[in-house]
């Protein structure tokens, strides 16, 4: 499950969600608690990219779940779109996790490969 522990600020992070033509889908991690309270990456999202996954690159073949697309970066320009100099904010999946868990009768599973 990750947690603070797993990511650090400079590090790379990914988007994987609906806008999958983007050439620039990759940001390094610039706050763990950015202005809104959301982690911020030095990527911008597209509309429609919200619940699409955020991964750090652990090998040529693995892939790690940081957490979920939340949004654009307060002050973002509106209709930018993997824009580079812009920002995203996500929320970590151990975060989705535990607000579930405590908060809804569906199940949420984090599973590590």
């Not at 309270?37 to 750090?56: E, H, I, N, Q």
Request: hydrophobic share 30%; aromatic share 12%; with cysteine.
């Amino acid at each position: 499950m990750n947690t603070l522990n797993d990511v650090y600020v400079g590090q790379t992070l990914c988007q994987s969600a609906i806008d999958t033509s983007a050439a620039f889908s990759c940001g390094t991690l610039d706050d763990t608690v950015g202005e809104d309270f959301f982690p911020v990456v030095s990527m911008d999202g597209c509309p429609g990219d919200s619940g699409g996954t955020w991964y750090s690159i652990i090998s040529s073949t693995r892939r790690r779940a940081v957490g979920y697309h939340q949004g654009q970066g307060p002050g973002e320009p509106v209709g930018s779109c993997h824009a580079a100099g812009y920002h995203s904010n996500f929320t970590f999946a151990s975060d989705a996790k535990t607000y579930f868990t405590q908060n809804s009768a569906a199940t949420f599973t984090i599973v590590t490969r």
